[in-house]
């Protein structure tokens, strides 16, 4: 792993897109981390600086956007990118990224 590659945390909880996204920016040339919930991203986000974070909108428990908020309150600085979690989105989504991934 080379640690001088943009670090980008992904947050969902639908195993199979974290696991797509995953692959695919893993292949393009980022370092990535993950969490299935927002517990685990706050932990990570805690000790790790990252580059970008990736958050799923709608996840049970802390949504992705109080999880935003509750980062911006804190004055926290990272960038960060929400994604829907519209159906047809996720289909286009995933369509996607197993497209891409067979590259």
Partial sequence: MKLDLPH???????KRILQLINDY???????????NN???????????EFDL???????????????????KKNNFKQEGFLKSQKLFQ????????EEKSKM
């Fill in 90 to 97: 996720r289909k286009k989504i995933i369509s996607y990224l």
């Fill in 8 to 14: 980008i945390l992904i947050v969902d909880d639908d």
């Fill in 53 to 71: 974070i990736v958050l799923d909108i709608m996840m049970p428990g802390e949504s992705g956007l109080k999880l935003t908020n509750s980062l």
């Fill in 38 to 48: 927002s517990l685990i991203a706050r932990k990570k986000i805690e000790s790790i």
């Fill in 25 to 35: 920016l893993s292949k393009n040339n980022f370092r990535i981390s993950t969490a």
